[in-house]
């Protein structure tokens, strides 16, 4: 199991829309659309903010999507706030009950 | 509403045995149906899953950490517990325990941690 791979950070202005992509493989995400995405503030634990691909839990803005085509995956936040710097991490099922993560991608709000 | 709590020593010397355990709240392991996990974080770096378990006594492992690693519940304290042996100061880490979803009703259960710890900080020294 090798880390999906994520850029290490993506900008973009108040109002923009910024995109973080997450690669694997076809052992995981490729082969299963079951990853989801968190959230992390400094010194604070991961928050769910996207599962299943595109699923958001109750309470997450719909600003916040995902996406997916063969062995990358997306996550789209539209109307960039503030409040939206933080670093994100992506995850994948792996098979047989395991999960992989993402190397992590800070986003930097201009 | 459901809450995770991680509790154990916060220095650990190298080659010894890290031992934490994670208080959950406001709800059932044995009787929520879902599976619980454990994922770490080093200092400055990304996140590790660790291991994976069922209260039943179904475990999963990362193939790194496997041969180091006991993932175990005791349901009459609602908790759950993580041992890693033989720890040396790559394991030094801020170490989380989690519920993952969806319920074990759906497939493919243990694909996302919807319920995360605040987190507990393990630095390996001597």
């Known amino acids: 199991q090798s880390a999906l791979t994520q850029p290490p950070s993506v900008s973009g202005s108040p109002g923009q829309s910024v995109t973080i992509s997450c690669t694997g493989t076809?052992?995981?995400?490729?082969?299963?659309?079951?990853v989801s995405w968190y959230q992390q503030h400094p010194g604070k634990a991961p928050k769910l903010m996207i599962y299943?691909?595109?699923k958001r839990p109750s309470g997450v803005p719909d600003r916040f999507s995902g996406s997916k085509s063969g062995n990358t995956a997306s996550l789209t936040i539209s109307g960039l706030q503030a409040d939206d710097e933080s670093d994100y991490y992506c995850?994948?099922?792996?098979?047989?009950?395991?999960?992989?993560f993402g190397g992590g991608t800070k986003v930097t709000v201009l | 509403q459901l809450q995770l709590q991680e509790s154990g020593p916060g220095l650990v010397k190298p080659s010894e045995t890290l031992s934490l355990t994670c208080a959950v709240s406001?709800?059932?392991?044995?009787?929520?149906?879902?599976?619980w996990g454990w994922i770490r974080q080093p200092p400055g770096k990304g996140l590790e899953w660790i291991a994976t378990?069922?209260?039943?006594?179904?475990?999963f492992y990362s193939p790194s950490l496997k041969s180091r690693v006991t993932i175990s519940v005791d349901t009459s304290k609602n908790h759950l517990s993580l041992r890693l042996n033989s720890v040396t100061a790559a394991d030094t880490a801020v170490y989380y325990c989690?519920?993952?979803?969806?319920?074990?009703?759906?497939?493919?259960?243990?694909?996302?941690?919807?319920?995360w710890g605040q987190g507990i900080l393990v630095t390996v020294s001597s």
């Open positions: 378990i069922y209260y039943s006594g179904s475990t």
């Open positions: 995850c994948s099922y792996a098979g047989r009950y395991s999960v992989v």
């Open positions: 406001g709800g059932s392991i044995s009787g929520d149906n879902y599976y």
């Open positions: 989690a519920r993952l979803g969806p319920p074990i009703t759906m497939p493919r259960g243990a694909r996302y941690c919807d319920y």
């Open positions: 299943d691909v595109n």
């Open positions: 076809s052992s995981d995400v490729g082969g299963y659309n079951y």
